[in-house]
């Protein structure tokens, strides 16, 4: 009669943790997926090529033109007139962002530079105005904390 109570002790104890365990994941994955956001923007551009839009933490601003996610949308304005292109990045844990993109014109898959910068049009997710000079990762930051964050960046 002992042997059967401690075996069926061991299984209720086995039972228990596998259900503590499921449990427990199905918490992580419910409160993951209310802490993911969407980020969306217009980009205003003028002119012609392929629109290449990054969205950059901290550490990807030190790599020039990459990003945690990439967006790219052909462009087409023969009338040359400033042109609303909308994007949006879906599924962004909580956290601390940027956007920098760019309009490859001569279909290379790069920002082609000179001496002086940019050669190809390109913006930036800036918090105010747009700078002179390089700007740092704190000067075009914002943070993923809203259901949904919108950003309007000019490429020039």
Same mark, same amino acid.
């Given at each position: 009669?002992?042997?059967?109570?401690?075996?069926?002790?061991? +299984?209720?104890?086995?039972?228990?943790?596998?259900?503590?365990?499921? %449990?427990?994941?199905?918490?992580?994955? /419910?409160? @993951?997926? %209310?802490?993911? &956001?969407?980020?969306?923007?217009?980009? +205003?551009?003028?002119?012609?090529?392929?629109? &290449?839009?990054?969205?950059?933490? !901290?550490?990807?601003?030190?790599?020039?033109?990459?990003?945690?996610?990439?967006?790219?949308?052909? $462009?087409?304005?023969?009338?040359? %007139?400033?042109?609303?292109?909308?994007?949006?990045?879906?599924?962004?844990?909580?956290?601390? &962002?940027? $956007?920098?993109?760019?309009?490859? *014109? @001569?279909? @290379?898959?790069?920002?082609? =530079?000179?001496?002086?910068?940019? =050669?190809?049009?390109?913006?930036?997710?800036?918090? *105010?105005?747009?700078?002179?000079?390089?700007? #740092?990762?704190?000067?075009?930051?914002? !943070?993923?904390?809203? #259901? $949904?964050?919108?950003? /309007?960046?000019?490429?020039?």
């Amino acid at each position: 009669m002992e042997t059967t109570r401690v075996y069926y002790f061991k +299984k209720f104890k086995t039972g228990l943790f596998v259900a503590a365990l499921m %449990q427990l994941l199905i918490l992580t994955g /419910i409160i @993951n997926a %209310q802490d993911t &956001y969407t980020i969306k923007g217009v980009c +205003k551009v003028h002119d012609e090529g392929e629109l &290449y839009v990054y969205l950059i933490d !901290k550490e990807m601003f030190k790599t020039p033109m990459k990003g945690i996610k990439k967006l790219v949308y052909p $462009i087409t304005n023969t009338n040359n %007139q400033l042109k609303d292109v909308s994007f949006a990045f879906h599924n962004i844990p909580n956290g601390t &962002y940027a $956007i920098r993109c760019f309009i490859d *014109e @001569n279909g @290379n898959k790069k920002l082609d =530079r000179g001496i002086f910068g940019p =050669r190809e049009p390109w913006g930036m997710s800036f918090r *105010e105005k747009r700078l002179k000079g390089k700007p #740092s990762f704190s000067d075009i930051k914002f !943070k993923a904390e809203n #259901s $949904i964050i919108k950003k /309007i960046i000019i490429i020039k």
